[in-house]
T-cell receptor, first 111, second 114 residues
Framework: TQLLEQSPQFLSIQEGENLTVYCNSS?????LQWYRQEPGEGPVLLVT?????EVKKLKRLTFQFGDARKDSSLHITAAQPGDTGLYLC???????????FGGGTRVLVKP | SQTIHQWPATLVQPVGSPLSLECTVE??????LYWYRQAAGRGLQLLFY??????ISSEVPQNLSASRPQDRQFILSSKKLLLSDSGFYLC?????????????FGEGSWLTVV
């Protein structure tokens, strides 16, 4: 059982549609991060959320950290083919300095 | 600015041969260093992490080992590779921060054991 559970595992949508990816845990995290990864490359950091209830926006991407700091979501508005990739959530547990990853959500945006 | 680089980018090795993947970080001092392995299209599994020279913590029992001979150098090794060691290996670093700690990844190394 993974400490961070991502859902769905795979998402295929048409260009212009909206999508939401979820990252859930029963544990508290001091911070949560979202990454996007292209095939054959390392993950690239999109955002870090630290405060419970925090909402951050990055152009068409909206990230939210749950009030209890146990979950997070990524919402993409009007998805574009360039949003295609593997989205990974990761967090530092409240006690510890080891980043823990979710299983990833593969997003495919069709033109 | 800080940079992280790992090599080689791809490697094809026969079963039973040794392995050495190298990672270096520039532009920072005393970073936390990490080795992750990623199954195809899935999340990352932490293999080793290091908080200082000569300090290595292993997360999962396996055929691999790690060493940190210098502050900004992290090496992943094996004496005898197994087929199951094939995968995508990622080196990463983070600064010694508390809340909001951010981790940065290298480009990754594809290892195929044949």
């Amino acid at each position: 059982t993974q400490l961070l559970e991502q859902s769905p595992q795979f998402l295929s949508i048409q260009e212009g549609e909206n999508l939401t990816v979820y990252c859930n845990s029963s544990s508290v995290f001091s911070s949560l991060q979202w990454y996007r990864q292209e095939p054959g490359e390392g993950p690239v950091l999109l955002v870090t959320v630290v405060t419970g209830g925090e909402v951050k926006k990055l152009k068409r991407l909206t990230f939210q950290f749950g009030d209890a700091r146990k979950d997070s979501s990524l919402h993409i508005t009007a998805a574009q083919p360039g949003d295609t990739g593997l989205y990974l959530c990761a967090g530092f547990p409240a006690a510890g300095n080891k980043l823990t990853f979710g299983g990833g959500t593969r997003v495919l945006v069709k033109p | 600015s800080q940079t992280i680089h790992q090599w080689p980018a791809t490697l094809v090795q026969p079963v039973g041969s040794p392995l050495s993947l190298e990672c270096t970080v520039e532009g920072t001092s005393n970073p936390n260093l990490y080795w992750y392995r990623q199954a195809a299209g899935r999340g990352l599994q932490l293999l080793f992490y290091s908080v200082g020279i000569g300090q290595i913590s292993s997360e999962v029992p396996q055929n691999l080992s790690a060493s940190r001979p210098q502050d900004r150098q992290f090496i992943l090794s094996s004496k005898k590779l197994l087929l199951s060691d094939s995968g995508f290996y990622l080196c990463a670093w983070s600064a010694l921060l508390g809340l909001g700690n951010t981790i940065y990844f290298g480009e990754g190394s594809w290892l195929t054991v044949v």
